[in-house]
């Protein structure tokens, strides 16, 4: 059997990917909740703000490490797999990773220690200087990846010479047509699936009656984020979907599982789309409700795969569906949404059993959803890596082998099965131990008004409590 390095190297890439976005989509919106939890410790001095954050900042932290991981592995095969990609475009999309690098990844870098060790070694001010400087890291990461990533599929500011892309307007390749749109969407997936996590985990701490007052603080304030994020989200979608039928139409059409296209278009629920007939079994649709959406006009024109040369045509069997499921969470975050809504109004919001039942097993909802998003885009712009442009079957490296790109796909199943099973594994620890309830109890023999002191103890030192006078 002949084993087909182009295809294995997009499962490669893809496998990676997939589990590399999961890291970033929760921690960019942990990040700046644990910058608004270091705000609310220092404005208020409340203890409970700073227990809150200590606990979700080693949550942070873990993830943070394994997304880093993730992500080094990744930009390795750029080489290995896609040299020709590299070598093409190098001149455009590698200047945008390397912003992110000195960006982004160096301010995270930097204050990630501050963040972690610096507690009661350094003033309040400046851990809280650490929280939002590593928030902001995590956002400006997204802004670059996503600028290089938008790019791809709009591509702008460039003209080709001898074969490779060379930048004539940076502004015009940063802010790129899709850029600004992808951006708003995928932010605002990364904070509502952060919202999902930390609500789940709050509604399961008050199932089992554990860390009350964490659990009524981190539920709140999480749904409160949904509520106001997830009718936000479908308008973003909306507008997201018109500049896709702008610049990618035969991605429309394969989401849409559109063959013939044209007014009236129907929006279709349910079908099996079969690209060897050029048709739909199984279709169930309701009539113009795609034109209404796509156009907003009820006889509004929509494009049709059968527009597009075959070998121009996304494959619609898997977007049509990742797109189904991507919307149905949407829909499923809006009804948990006002359910929190009307359950907060009747003063009921922590004394539902039912609901928190819900919370906790929408705690991956977020993820799926940004996963079935990842697939409808990439997917959806197939065959091109470069929408209009590039290849994918002309962007891999021509001397990879099949045998080769097998045995690094398997190398890397075993490798982060172990590693991210691990380090799942641990995390699952750390949550089920959960926050400190109370504060540390002041010593009974310390002088009026003396303050606990930490520091490092020697290896040969005995736990001590140590204890100093103000101003000592």
């Known amino acids: 059997m002949d084993l087909d390095p182009l295809m294995l190297s997009r499962i490669q890439f893809a496998f990676t990917i997939s589990f590399h976005i999961l890291f970033p989509s929760f921690t960019v919106g942990l990040a700046c909740w644990i910058a608004l939890l270091e705000a609310l410790w220092v404005g208020t001095g409340k203890w409970i703000y700073r227990s809150l954050s200590e606990f979700w900042t080693k949550i942070f ?17 750029f080489g290995t797999n896609w040299s020709r990609w590299s070598d093409t475009v190098g001149n455009v999309l590698g200047p945008l990773i390397q912003y992110e690098v000195v960006t982004a990844f160096f301010l995270e870098a930097a204050f990630l220690g501050i963040l972690l060790f610096g507690r009661d070694r350094v003033p309040r001010g400046i851990h809280l200087m650490a929280a939002c400087l590593v928030a902001l890291g995590t956002v400006l990461s ?64 008050l199932l089992k009656h554990k860390h009350h007052e964490h659990a009524r603080l981190g539920l709140g304030m999480a749904l409160g984020m949904v509520t106001l994020l997830a009718p936000l989200q479908i308008v973003i979608g909306d507008l997201h979907g018109l500049n896709t039928l702008e610049h990618q139409p035969a991605k429309i059409a394969a989401m849409e599982g559109s063959w013939e296209g044209g007014p009236r278009a129907p929006l279709i629920l349910f079908a099996i789309p079969d690209p060897a007939t050029e048709s739909n079994r199984w279709e169930v649709g309701i009539d113009g409700l795609s034109s209404l959406i796509l156009t907003h006009d009820l006889n509004g024109s929509v494009p049709g795969l059968k527009q597009f040369p075959p070998d121009e045509r996304p494959d619609p069997r898997l977007i049509f569906w990742t797109f189904r499921l991507m919307v149905g969470i949407g829909l499923l975050m809006l009804t948990v949404a006002v359910i929190h809504l009307v359950l907060r109004l009747r003063g009921r919001l922590y004394s539902t059993p039912w609901f928190h039942r819900i919370l906790v097993g929408c705690m991956p909802v977020g993820f799926v959803a940004i996963l079935a998003g990842w697939f409808t885009t990439e997917v959806g712009r197939q065959p091109w890596v470069v929408y209009g442009h590039l290849r994918t079957a002309d962007a891999v490296t021509p001397a990879l082998t099949g045998e080769a790109a097998l045995a690094s796909l398997l190398t890397f199943v075993v490798a982060y099965t172990i590693i991210y099973g691990a380090g799942t594994f641990y995390l699952i620890r750390l949550l089920g131990i959960g926050p400190a309830d109370r504060p540390p109890l002041p010593d009974p023999l310390a002088p009026e008004g003396a303050q606990w002191i930490k520091r490092p103890m020697a290896a040969t030192e005995e736990p001590a409590r140590i204890i100093a006078k103000p101003g000592e």
């Open 142 to 205: 997204s802004f670059w990846i996503l600028s290089a990533n938008s790019w791809m599929h709009t591509p702008a500011g460039f003209e080709i010479r001898d074969g490779r892309y060379f930048v004539t307007d940076w502004w015009r390749v940063v802010f790129n047509p899709s850029f600004p749109y992808r951006l708003a969407h995928m932010l605002t997936a990364m904070f509502l699936t952060t919202s999902f996590v930390v609500a789940g985990i709050s509604a399961w701490y």
């Open 61 to 77: 932290a873990l993830s943070f490490g394994l997304g880093v991981v993730s992500g080094i592995v990744m930009s390795y095969q």
